[in-house]
């Protein structure tokens, strides 16, 4: 189950014109729940599996689906939470929901070292998810704005849920925003900006991006990323033109050119049942994901927020994962040790 605003919406969803559910085999549904005929069954005709199965041990069924920013309104979202308050922003006469204009060599444009402004339909989305999911440990990759909402998130949680966390689940990062970035330059800039009740929350690693290739397909990978188990993953990095080398005279480094960056597809078999991923924009290298993801995920694309989401639908894979679904994506009730 998904908590969406107190809201609960299923794990599983069919294949549809925004959300679908990503699996390696396309063929067969990937094992939902021990009624695997129910399963295959509710797969096949476009029903949403909903885990786990009622007392009887059957799944719930309905066709209905929830959309993860369901009840957000970033207005009030951002003046309740001090969004502003964290970049020293004046929000008079500024609408949060309006989308920055840049032109069209702007965000590839490898001379341009000025941040931009903050966008905070974006931030807000991210605070909020991070909150109503009760996310634990995050793993950002292309350090930012980003980097100071996701710690705020961390630190209204723990604030919130530590005691809990700390009894009941088996977490060995609560509560900590692991940022990877290819610059260890904009990486200071990042840590200077982050307010001083924040810092103890954010812990930076940079490391160099090379062009290699997964499954025959050019691509990005970085030398080396955290060794975490996060339970949101925000995938905003790396700058295409910080790429190193070429598979046979293939870069990122033009304007042309588009992110592929495949640092999730070697994280995946380690990431546990419930991990949320937000990609920001990329949607080549959401595609890209998409099509080369082994375990079942459910995916949608949010076009008006030029976002993409995957989330990581199995089972749980023994008592504490279930806890922790519980506890993060449930109807809100705290799960007893």
């Known amino acids: ?42 797969w096949t005709t476009g029903l949403v599996v909903e885990w786990p199965p009622n007392k009887k041990g059957r799944l719930r069924r309905t066709t209905t689906m929830s959309n993860l920013f369901q009840g957000l309104d970033i207005r009030a979202w951002c003046e309740a939470n001090g969004l502003y308050a964290l970049f020293n922003h004046d929000p008079a006469g500024v609408d949060p929901t309006r989308k920055l204009e840049k032109g069209i060599y702007e965000t590839v444009d490898p001379d341009n070292h000025v941040p931009f402004p903050p966008e905070f339909d ?13 996310v634990t440990t995050v793993l950002e990759i292309g350090a930012g704005k980003s980097t100071v909402v996701l710690a705020d998130a961390m630190r209204r949680n723990q604030a919130e849920y530590g005691e809990y966390v700390k009894a009941n689940l088996r977490r060995a990062n609560p509560f900590e925003v692991h940022t990877l970035d290819q610059s260890a330059e904009w990486i200071e800039v990042c840590r200077r900006t982050l307010p001083a009740e924040l810092t103890g929350y954010v812990h930076f690693q940079s490391a160099t991006v090379r062009m290699t290739t997964f499954n025959g397909r050019a691509c990005t990978l970085y030398s080396r990323i955290p060794n975490v188990c996060p339970d949101l993953i925000y995938l ?24 592929m960056s ?23 290298n959401a595609r890209f994901l998409r099509n080369n993801f082994q375990r079942p995920w459910r995916y949608a694309h ?36």
Do not use: Y
Request: hydrophobic share 40%; net charge negative.
């Open 236 to 259: 905003d990095g790396p700058d295409q033109f910080a790429v190193e080398g070429d598979v046979h005279g293939i870069s990122t480094r033009s304007a042309d050119r588009l992110p």
């Open 122 to 134: 974006d931030l807000a989305r991210l605070h909020f998810l991070a909150r109503t999911r009760r």
């Open 262 to 284: 495949a640092d999730l597809l070697l994280l995946e078999p380690f990431l546990l049942p419930g991990t949320l991923i937000v990609v920001d924009g990329r949607t080549a």
């Open 302 to 337: 949010h076009v008006e927020a030029d976002l993409h989401t995957f989330e990581l639908v199995e089972p749980p894979l023994g008592k504490l994962n279930e806890r922790q679904i519980r506890f993060c994506l449930g109807d809100g009730a705290l799960v007893s040790a």
């Open 1 to 42: 189950m998904i908590r969406t605003g107190g809201a609960e919406a299923p794990l599983m969803v069919h294949e549809g014109q925004e959300e679908s559910c990503v699996h390696s085999s396309r063929s067969a549904p990937p094992p939902a729940a021990r009624d695997t005929r129910t399963c295959r069954r509710a």
